[in-house]
């Protein structure tokens, strides 16, 4: 009898049943909106069927994709804030301006990880809330270990610095 034949297709099935759930959700949590995470998930998905063959680690090559969607999504909303703001000349219409909150009422953890620079942040992203070993995310960034160690032990600092202050 002649043994079935497994290809990249039904490798991504796999790994789509046993982790789209959890990656949707990790990308929700990262931009607050569930559509948008499920969009990032789905694009990180569509992406592995065209490398699979060339992804030695699909779980931690998942989480990097879809981090760096992610990162991508908040640049380009950096950018066009900023040509919103040049467009409207600076120019605030204090009736529809509201006065900042206290900084101690609004920071929360995400904030302090989406103010890490960007080395710290995608180190922090992908080793504690995607769950990956150092040495995975040391690959997926194309680091050495080491180098990883340090960018997590300066983050742990600077985010202890931040919610500190925020007391």
């Not at 002649?2 to 759930?21: C, I, K, N, Q, S």
């Not at 929700?28 to 699979?52: I, M, P, Y």
């Not at 931690?60 to 969607?69: E, F, H, M, P």
Request: hydrophobic share 45%; charged share 30%.
């Amino acid at each position: 009898m002649v043994p079935p034949v497994v290809t990249a297709h039904d490798g991504v099935r796999e790994l789509y049943m046993a982790h789209f759930g959890m990656l949707a959700g990790w990308a929700s949590h990262l931009v607050d909106d569930r559509d948008l995470g499920h969009d990032f998930a789905t694009e990180a998905f569509v992406r592995l069927v065209q490398k699979f063959d060339d992804v030695q680690e699909p779980r931690a090559w998942l989480y990097a994709t879809t981090g760096n969607l992610v990162r991508d999504h908040w640049r380009k909303r950096g950018r066009e804030a900023s040509a919103y703001q040049r467009y409207q000349d600076g120019v605030v219409d204090p009736d529809v301006a509201t006065p900042g909150a206290d900084l101690a009422q609004v920071l929360s953890v995400r904030d302090a990880v989406e103010s890490l620079p960007e080395r710290q942040r995608m180190a922090v992203l992908l080793h504690y809330f995607a769950d990956l070993t150092v040495g995975q995310v040391a690959r997926e960034l194309g680091r050495a270990e080491g180098t990883v160690k340090r960018d997590l032990f300066d983050a742990r600092a600077r985010l202890a610095r931040l919610l500190e202050s925020a007391r």
